[in-house]
């Protein structure tokens, strides 16, 4: 993952041609742009293992899991990385459903995420692990997908967030790729 910083001092074609020069020399990377260094500590530190736990009981109208799209001046969303000005960087989105996914097709799609998807966390309901939670950790390229622990009289339930760049996170096309995962949709 490369940070490219002070992208607000350069024009558009300045950051296009930089782009052009890393795609001839890496193979796998992300390109996270930024101004005044501001990065979600979500995407620099979030490289290991989430407590899945901070997905539970969240209620749907919350919008902690959603702040890209919050009005509130004073909702205290800068630990997310969250901004309230016109030069926000970053939009996070969320998928959740009660059936299960398979995971070898979310291993696969999770894969094939556009390279404006820096983030990707959740916990699933697995076709494979009905009983079980299963933890999916995405950062650039790197795919993890790790049996949990029990799912203890919970529902099972697959809740996933991603992070990425403002205008790079297409919510429908990312709510399709996950639906191609579903267990009963390829069964």
Known sequence: ML?????DLVTREEIE???AWLDDRFYRYRLV????????????????????????????NDHSNHPADCDDTDCGHHVHGHRH??????????YETDGP???EMLREMARK???????CKG??????????????QVVGKRVDIAVGDEWNGREPRTRIIAIGA??????????????????SSIS
């Open 101 to 103: 996914l398979s995971l």
């Open 17 to 19: 041609r930089i782009k």
């Open 85 to 94: 000005d016109h030069a926000q960087a970053f939009r996070t989105w969320s």
């Open 3 to 7: 940070i490219l910083n002070k992208v």
């Open 33 to 60: 742009e930024a101004s005044d260094g501001n990065v979600p500590l979500e995407i620099l530190l979030s490289v290991g293992r989430f407590d899945p736990s901070r997905l539970e009981g969240t209620p749907p």
């Open 166 to 183: 403002h205008d790079g996170v297409d919510g429908v096309a990312l709510h399709e790729v996950f639906d191609r995962c579903r267990y």
């Open 123 to 136: 916990v699933v309901h697995a076709a494979e692990e009905p009983g079980r939670r299963v933890i999916l």
């Open 113 to 119: 995420l556009p390279a404006s998807v820096y983030r």
